[in-house]
């Protein structure tokens, strides 16, 4: 345990680096959702592609599906993620699961 001040007895936490938690919070959220869409789209690709296959493109489009994975990743550490670990009442944190819905919802439209 670190010590205080000579002469007292209280413990000193070392810093915290919120710079290096929040990239690590981004990184695992991240990978988790590039694990996610990995095993759904080799999973189910061939299912697309034969009841999709004239309505899909011949090449995926990484652009926009980049900006939309760093939109989600936002969304879920700001509305889940944070409220979740700044301890507060569930009601808190229910109020800010309505709006992740909303964010959500829009991976399906």
Same mark, same amino acid.
């Given at each position: 345990?670190?010590?205080?001040?000579?002469?007292?007895?209280?413990?000193?936490?070392?810093?915290?680096?919120?710079?290096?938690?929040?990239?690590?919070?981004?990184?695992?959220?991240?990978?988790?959702?590039?694990?996610? @869409?990995?095993?759904?789209?080799?999973?189910?690709?061939?299912?697309? !592609?034969?009841?999709?296959?004239?309505?899909?493109?011949?090449?995926?489009?990484?652009?926009?599906?980049?900006?939309? @994975?760093?939109?989600?990743?936002?969304?879920?550490?700001?509305?889940?993620? !944070?409220?979740?670990?700044?301890?507060?009442?569930?009601?808190?944190?229910?109020?800010?699961?309505?709006?992740?819905?909303?964010?959500? @919802?829009?991976?399906? @439209?």
């Amino acid at each position: 345990m670190i010590r205080g001040a000579p002469g007292t007895s209280c413990p000193v936490r070392p810093r915290e680096n919120p710079h290096a938690i929040r990239l690590g919070a981004h990184a695992a959220v991240l990978a988790a959702l590039l694990l996610r @869409d990995s095993i759904w789209l080799i999973t189910t690709l061939p299912f697309y !592609r034969s009841h999709l296959g004239a309505l899909l493109p011949p090449e995926p489009n990484f652009g926009p599906a980049g900006l939309f @994975d760093l939109r989600y990743v936002r969304g879920v550490l700001v509305l889940v993620v !944070r409220p979740g670990t700044l301890a507060v009442a569930w009601g808190e944190v229910a109020l800010h699961l309505g709006p992740f819905g909303f964010v959500a @919802d829009g991976t399906y @439209d």
